[in-house]
């Protein structure tokens, strides 16, 4: 069966910096699924300065995670429509035990299941590197490193023309700050995984493409929602 015709349910676990919006991206184009990411959904309602934006813009800034009652019900919200139905990427989503086990009812009940966690290990040194070096695109999210491109500077994909910037919490005390509550609240979720035999841990050191092939092997061998 092609990959692509299998359904993935897919989480991609790590710490600030470790890749996981570069490989989600990469997966979603190339096997065709939604990629959801809790963070560019708080993004998009700050830019659109809706309550929950408004709300967000401070806990975000100062490198807190939002509570789980707020980034609960939006990824719930994306994942009941139609263009999931085949599966999904969901990235900085669940980031502690509380929003994992909501996601376990929010699926089940859908009728979907997880099918894979990667968890992305990257040294806290790398990570600190790779933020305070990161450039985003407003449009279309890819991300660039300072060395080679400006804040200002126009996205190199094909007919983006998005403005690259940096994004509010990147610079080094918050990256420090949502390094260490990734440790304390997000970390937990990788025995929680474990334990449920969805958990595939990767170097997330690598080429991103080296990291991009090693992820699609785990989904070729990943088990079905049948089989968990
Ligand atoms: P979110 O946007 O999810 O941020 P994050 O988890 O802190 O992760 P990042 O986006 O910073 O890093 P990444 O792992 O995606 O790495 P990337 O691919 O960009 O969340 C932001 C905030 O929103 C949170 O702090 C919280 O306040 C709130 N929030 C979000 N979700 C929430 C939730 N569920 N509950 C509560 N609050 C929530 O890569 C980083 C850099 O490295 C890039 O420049 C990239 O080009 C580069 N790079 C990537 N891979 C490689 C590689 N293999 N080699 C070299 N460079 C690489
Ligand atoms: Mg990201």
Redesign the pocket.
Known sequence: MALSDRFHGIVIL??????????AKLISESVDLPHI????L??ANIANQTPLGIM?KG??DS??????D??VPI?RDRLMQDDCKRGFIL??????IP?ADALNSVLHVLGMCITLVPY?RVSERMLMQ??M????CRVCGT???LVSLSPGDICEKPDCGGVLFR?S??DPDTQRK?IA??EEQTAPLISYYAERHILKRVS?????DY?FRKLLEAMRSSRTCDQI
């Open positions: 790590g710490a600030p910096g470790s890749g996981k919006g570069t490989q990411s809790s963070g560019e708080l993004r967000a806990l975000i490198g807190n995670l939002v509570p789980d707020v980034a990824v990235d900085g989503f669940p980031r502690t929003q992305l790779r933020l070096h990161r450039l985003t991300t660039y490193s994004r919490d990147d949502r509550i990734y997330g050191e690598h080429t991103v990291i």
